[in-house]
Each structure stands twice: as structure tokens, then as C-alpha cells.
T-cell receptor
Framework: GAGVSQSPSNKVTEKGKDVELRCDPISGHTALYWYRQSLGQGLEFLIYFQGNSAPDKSGLPSDRFSAERTGGSVSTLTIQRTQQEDSAVYLC????????????FGNGTRLTVT | AQTVTQSQPEMSVQEAETVTLSCTYDTSESDYYLFWYKQPPSRQMILVIRQEAYKQQNATENRFSVNFQKAAKSFSLKISDSQLGDAAMYFCAYRTLYSGGGADGLTFGKGTHLIIQP
């Protein structure tokens, strides 16, 4: 079946604009993660959704960042008033939610703020 | 919270040789899961291998195997007969059983960049 799909693949925006990044998880996966990866760096946790539970937003770096997951499926990460330091690859992953379930990642969205 | 350390920012190996990537972690838990992920230039992270802490037998997937030393809190990845397609960033990850999958639940190392010399 289809894997995790992210769109757009690349996004260039001007400083101060808002952007929306989309993630379509694998059907049936209850857990969904957003990570940020700066150039050549590791993964920075942003937010985690699990079923109908309240999301873990502890990784969001500022109140300019928000995310929602509608109907337990598609997720949107929104960055308001983008700054140059927001430039990075944003990775989405989903899993079946159990402890030993591996994450299935999308190809990421490369965001460039000019 | 747990920490995962990958002490080798970059490794280089000749094609067809064997290479070992190191990963150590810090935890007080007795049960947990460990993963190795590969990230090629395409950006998509791919699961390479996983290990359950309560299993003493080291996991193996074709040319990839781990050396899991629970007492030493070490989880190294061995790649045998290295191929050009193995060139990628490799990330080690720790999954606790005592939290959800958020900030405290899943911890990644900073990665090792593996270069394959033809």
C-alpha cells in the first residue's frame, strides 16, 4: 500500500509569510509524528498525535508553530510569520502506535525561508 | 529522559568491507526497544533493524546485524559487504515502554554519516 505522503516536497517562502505543510499517514496508523531536521543535523521532535488523545506539543519551538490532525488521519503543520531559522526539512512519520512499531517516514518537506 | 549517543559523526569504508557504527544510550529501564534507521539523500528515513531489550539474541537482517550489549548499554550496527547503496546517514533510536511516542518516548541520536568508497 501507499506510504506516508508529504506535500509539498519543497517550499520557498518569504520571511513573514505563513506556510502549511501536509502529511498523509499510512491508513490505519494511529500515531503521527512531526520532526524538524536542520542541515546535516539530527531529528528535532516537534509534536506527536496518538489516536484521540491530546497531542504532545512539547517540542514546538514557539507559538508560531501549530499542528492539527483531522479525523485521526491527515495532519497539517502550520508555521506563522516564518523566520529564516525555520528553514529546514520537516519530516512526518506514522506508526501503528505500539511500543515496538517502527516509524514509517515520508520524504519530508524542505522549507526555505528567504 | 533517555539519551542516545552516536560518537562517530562520519565513517568511511571501502566497498565490500565491513563497518561498525556505534550507539550508546543511557537508561534506568530494563525493557525497551532499539532501532537503527537509514536516511539516504532522498531524505526518507527507512528502518534498518530493531532489537527488543529482553531478547538476548542479536537481531539480523541480511547484511545488517547488531551487537547488543545490554549491560554496557551499547547497540552497534554492523554492515557486512558494504555496497554503494549503503551510503547514508544512520540514526540510532531508543523507545521507552513507559511513555507515549512524544518527546520522552522516542529518542534519536545525532546520526553517523556513512561514506562508501568504491
Amino acid at each position: 500500500g501507499a506510504g506516508v505522503s508529504q506535500s509539498p516536497s519543497n517550499k520557498v517562502t518569504e520571511k513573514g509569510k505563513d506556510v502549511e505543510l501536509r502529511c498523509d499517514p499510512i491508513s490505519g496508523h494511529t500515531a503521527l509524528y512531526w520532526y524538524r531536521q536542520s542541515l546535516g543535523q539530527g531529528l528535532e521532535f516537534l509534536i506527536y498525535f496518538q489516536g484521540n488523545s491530546a497531542p504532545d506539543k512539547s517540542g514546538l519551538p514557539s507559538d508560531r508553530f501549530s499542528a492539527e490532525r483531522t479525523g485521526g488521519s491527515v495532519s497539517t503543520l502550520t508555521i506563522q510569520r516564518t523566520q529564516q531559522e525555520d528553514s529546514a526539512v520537516y519530516l512526518c512519520a506514522s506508526s501503528q502506535g505500539s511500543y515496538n512499531s517502527p516509524l514509517h517516514f515520508g520524504n519530508g518537506t524542505r522549507l526555505t525561508v528567504t | 529522559a533517555q539519551t542516545v549517543t552516536q560518537s562517530q559523526p562520519e565513517m568511511s569504508v571501502q566497498e565490500a568491507e565491513t563497518v561498525t557504527l556505534s550507539c550508546t544510550y543511557d537508561t534506568s529501564e530494563s525493557d525497551y526497544y532499539l532501532f537503527w534507521y537509514k536516511q539516504p539523500p532522498s531524505r526518507q528515513m527507512i528502518l534498518v533493524i530493531r532489537q527488543e531489550a529482553y531478547k538476548q539474541q542479536n537481531a539480523t537482517e541480511n547484511r545488517f546485524s547488531v551487537n547488543f550489549q545490554k549491560a554496557a548499554k551499547s547497540f552497534s550496527l554492523k554492515i557486512s559487504d558494504s555496497q554503494l547503496g549503503d551510503a547514508a546517514m544512520y540514526f540510532c533510536a531508543y523507545r521507552t515502554l513507559y511513555s507515549g511516542g512524544g518527546a520522552d518516548g522516542l529518542t534519536f541520536g545525532k546520526g553517523t554519516h556513512l561514506i562508501i568508497q568504491p
